[in-house]
């Protein structure tokens, strides 16, 4: 079976997971007010519908097109823009009929399912699965660093001991803290033995975001070339498998994260990189011009397996929930930390739609990561539609709490003016995450 659909197959599975548990998220309270729930849709059913049955008041269907579902409740103004239904009597089986308190059940019941879901998740991974973690030493060489890193007081092969106190047992944990976290100061050993205390400056998570450094610390490891791709520039200057680049620039190097550091850092005003490469015990000097991206199309592979070794923990049932629980509040966290990025010139551009997130799978069928990356976009689902956007869950929250705080009720045409200028900007949305991964795809 081919990747993409392999990849094809655990985007389709998780979200139709998630869709299926965020509706019923509103339709449980729904029918436990008593109101009518006239369908419940897996996908969209625009014109038709690949499975539909009636049970009760209720229509059970499969869409055919596989953008998201919908629950649609009697009396309520949302994406079907039932206006003729609006137009009539309220009834007392309707949404409109009901208590603020109810409707406002009724509207978060989806995301409050999205979160708990991901809690649960995240809780029988850590059960199942149990953790990975590194400590110090486990880092054979070191951490390589960015040029952002390099400017605080960092050096290449710093070993990384705690943050603010904390040790620190991933990687990429400090990454994702220092982009989405408050840390003060990181204590690390140098290569010689010595221990120091480097400050962290305010703001080096947006520094880091607007310098493409987002993956500031990494494991070093020595390397030689694993494989070149066709018709990228190491490709058309004859670099092969096997080959050992041992300087870039002038520059000795012998771990990957050199390799990265002197290409990303080179003198834009000079676009060549020469690179000094090891071949059947000889050297030579190759010259190359890097893409827009800083690429040459070189695959790099560890001589060293032993780079960094991974410890693994096992946790009782009380002891996982304790540690899924811990996971799934910071990832919220950490999300929520992410719209200070998302709403900048380079954060919109770098918006995925479904491409984006179905490259988030891996290639072969992995249970850990499936459940893992579910949990992640259960609470992505959950993060978005409390957004106070009319036509998500949110924008019926923000009128509901407006109604509950002022005692008068926003009218019903407004509500289908509302729902339509969000209906818009849902889409403008999606046609803008998507034509970024119709344009990356093109020009990358």
Known sequence: MSVFLIKGAQLLLSLSILVVLHELGHFIPAKLFKTRVEKFYL????????????????????????????????????????????????????????????RLIIMLGGVTVNFILAFVIYIFIVFTWGTNYSLKDDVKYGYGITKTMEDIGFKQGDKIISADGVPIEEISSINSNLMFRTIKSIKVERQDG????????????????????????????????????????????????????????????SYDTDYHYFIKNRNVENAEVKLTIERDNTTKDVVITPDKDSKIGVVLQSTDADYITYRHKDYSFTESVSKGFSLGYWTIVDYFAQFKYIFTKKGASQLGGFAAIGNMFPPVWNWAA??????FLSIMLGVLNLLPIPALDGGHVMFLL?????????????????QMVGFFILIALVLFANGNDIFKAIFN
Do not use: C, H
Request: net charge negative.
């Open 402 to 418: 407006y109604e509950m705080v002022s005692g008068r009720k926003p009218g019903d045409k407004f509500m289908e003016y509302a």
């Open 43 to 102: 996908f969209f059913d625009v014109k038709f519908s690949l499975f539909k049955k009636k049970i009760g008041d209720t229509v059970y269907g499969i869409g055919w097109l596989p953008l998201g579902g919908y629950v649609k409740i009697s009396g309520m103004i949302d994406e079907s823009m039932d206006t003729e239904q609006m137009a009539q009597e309220p009834q007392p089986w309707e949404f409109r009929s009901k208590p603020a308190w109810q």
């Open 194 to 253: 010595s221990i120091l205390d480097i400050a962290i400056p305010e703001g080096i998570g947006t520094k880091m975001f607007e310098n493409g450094d987002t993956s500031a610390f990494k494991a070093r490891a020595p390397f030689i070339v694993d494989s070149i791709i066709p018709d990228f520039p190491a490709d058309k200057a004859g670099l092969l498998k096997d080959d050992k680049i041992i300087a870039v620039n002038g520059n000795n190097i």
């Open 370 to 375: 499936f459940w893992g990356l579910t949990a």
